[in-house]
């Protein structure tokens, strides 16, 4: 019996970051699933981690998507990361890989610093009722 190696702190950025291009570029899962001969599950699979993503299958990916591999790597975080910069990267990774989160920080760079302090003291409220 293979056993599958357990997923590591890099296949959850590579998988964030092949969502994050996929909304970058308005590409459904099953859009990018037909280009690459796979069903958008696996795809799905992929962007969540639960499914590593080889080499070869990541190349046919970005050719999909038009994007140099290396772009799925930049930032990504190293073995000797520490787990709080590991878990903060793929924080901000999952974020700007959801619908809106690329629009958002766009749109924040447009806010004066009061308007950007409204938001943070709205965001903060709101974060303490889910607690």
């Known amino acids: 019996m293979v056993r ?12 964030q970051r092949i969502k ?5 570029l308005n590409m459904s899962q ?5 280009a690459c001969g796979l069903t958008f599950q696996q795809i799905q699979k992929y962007e969540k981690g639960t499914n590593r993503v080889g080499a070869s299958r990541l190349q046919q990916i970005a050719d999909a998507m038009k994007t140099p591999v290396f772009w799925f790597f930049k930032d ?3 073995a000797q990361t520490n787990a709080t910069a590991t878990a903060e990267t793929l924080a901000l990774s999952q974020f700007t890989g959801e619908h809106g989160g ?5 749109n924040w760079a447009l806010l004066s610093s009061a308007e950007r302090a409204t938001i943070g003291t709205l965001v903060d409220h709101l974060a303490r009722r889910k607690r």
């Open 4 to 15: 599958q190696k357990a997923a590591k702190p890099v296949d959850f950025y590579v998988g």
């Open 20 to 24: 994050m291009r996929r909304h970058q």
């Open 30 to 34: 099953t859009d990018l699933g037909k």
């Open 76 to 78: 990504a975080p190293s």
């Open 102 to 106: 690329m629009k958002l920080l766009g």
